[in-house]
């Protein structure tokens, strides 16, 4: 019994030395290891009736599932997730020593460098399937447990609320979110590949103090973001949809089009509330949201009040990184790091489909969709999720040009995204290149989310 018990104890130590060799090669390499998350948009069912964004004070989902856009044969669902594995894929061969070696061949591509600093991806991915593979009909009730945004009460025991994706992406604390989707192209769209973008908090209180009369039309206007807001409702203008946008962003409806009384119908409820986080208002929020009043729950707007954690968390300076502030050495004077990181990206596409596909280099614009400009509202991804958030509409599915380039070209886009995140965290240096929308490749400032007052800013999302 006493041979055995040392040989346990013995068993017990090598393996622990072999750990410890086994961290310390992480050092030689040079740095920890990032999580990324690889975000395919929707892949959910077109389910009849509203199945997403469930609402703690009605009691009742708001929204149909955003299912994406279709065109034809093609699903956009479909096509990112192809897209999204391939980026997967290449992330995650940073995480051996045999991976890296194949992933260091793969930036020889792009960079004459000597040496690269060794990174390792814990790479995520959102979502490993759509809807059809689960196996149960477009009109089953649990048909998008998987794919919802927002928590959401188990069917089968209410008292049970189940994660959606907003939670479980915060629950992997990443620090870089890709997400991929195709928009589709309205009359006279040339398509494009584009950044999606969400304002921060100053943005957001500017326009409503417009809103309130303590400030001018001129000052919408001089707004960096004021030529950029999604026009998603017919006969509004920027302004009309950006005080729209805001007064969601605030306290969860839109103003009607007279500017004056919220839009009871236009329910987009407490978003920030209706997730697992840190950032929630404590439990006896519904009571209060029913009840209203002056402060955080108020439907009348000038007695609206930004109190509470969430409010706190948008005042402070990771959020202005993340979405407002001018990031260093760029030509990027708002969108903060989401920008960047963002439009970084797409760059890299750009750069990559040039170096690496010889015919694509030489068709150019004809084969290669342009970046274009953002989208801009107050999207959840970018506004929800702790961490940097690049929000890609990669092409437009509906224009030939785009459709083409992506389906024929997933696994140089694929790459091209997989080395501009090394470029995120690494830098890089590119080799020569006269084409259109060379990278900055400059790696993002990750430290100062890192050396946060409050703890590392994508470690204290959750409880």
């Not at 069912?45 to 989902?61: I, M, N, Q, S």
């Amino acid at each position: 019994m006493v041979l055995k018990s040392n040989r346990r104890r013995w068993a017990a130590i090598i393996l622990f030395a072999v750990a410890i060799v086994q961290t310390s090669s992480c050092d030689v390499w040079g740095g920890p290891s990032y999580t990324v998350i690889v975000d395919p948009g929707h892949g959910g069912a077109p389910t009849p009736g509203y199945d997403d964004k469930w609402d703690p004070v009605t009691k009742k989902y708001l929204s149909p599932y955003l299912y994406g856009m279709r065109y034809g044969k093609y699903e956009e669902h479909m096509v990112m997730l192809d897209l999204a594995r391939r980026v997967h894929h290449y992330l995650q061969l940073t995480e051996t020593d045999k991976g890296w070696e194949e992933f260091r061949k793969i930036l020889t591509q792009f960079s004459d460098q000597k040496e690269f600093t060794r990174v390792r991806f814990r790479s995520v991915m959102s979502r490993e399937e759509g809807w059809q593979k689960k196996g149960l009909g477009a009109d089953h009730p649990d048909v998008n447990v998987p794919f919802r945004l927002y928590d959401f009460p188990n069917r089968k025991n209410p008292k049970e609320l189940m994660p959606g994706r907003l939670t479980y992406m915060n629950s992997e604390k990443p620090y870089l979110v890709v997400s991929l989707h195709m928009n589709p192209a309205g009359p006279g769209n040339d398509g494009g590949m584009a950044a999606v973008l969400a304002p921060g908090y100053s943005t957001f209180d500017k326009i409503r103090r417009i809103h309130l009369n303590e400030g001018s039309r001129e000052e919408f206007d001089a707004l960096p973001w004021s030529d950029y807001w999604l026009i998603n409702q017919p006969g509004w203008n920027r302004m009309e949809i950006a005080i729209a946008d805001t007064w969601v962003y605030f306290h969860g409806f839109w103003v009607k089009k007279n500017m004056k009384e919220p839009w009871l119908e236009k329910n987009r409820g407490l978003r920030h509330n209706m997730i697992q986080w840190i950032y929630r208002d404590p439990d006896d929020w519904v009571e209060k949201a029913r009840k209203g009043g002056p402060g955080p729950y108020s439907m009348k707007y000038s007695e609206f009040r930004a109190e509470g954690p969430f409010w706190e968390r948008e005042k402070e300076a990771p959020e202005h990184w993340r979405r407002e502030a001018k990031v260093p050495g760029t030509s990027i004077n708002y969108g903060g790091d989401n920008h960047y990181a963002s439009d970084e990206l797409m760059r890299f596409v750009q750069y990559g489909s040039r170096k690496l596909d010889r015919k694509l280099g030489e068709q150019g614009k004809k084969a290669i969709p342009e970046i274009v400009d953002p989208f801009v509202s107050t999207y959840s991804l970018p506004t929800l999720v702790n961490a940097v958030v690049a929000y890609l509409e990669i092409g437009h599915l509906d224009v030939k040009k785009d459709r083409l380039f992506i389906l024929n070209n997933k696994d140089v886009i694929a790459k091209s995204l997989a080395v501009g995140v090394y470029s995120l965290f690494a830098g890089l240096e590119l080799k020569p290149y006269d084409g259109p929308f060379r990278p900055a490749s400059k790696p993002l400032d990750f430290k100062k989310y890192e050396e946060y007052e409050k703890g590392n800013y994508f470690e204290i999302v959750t409880e």
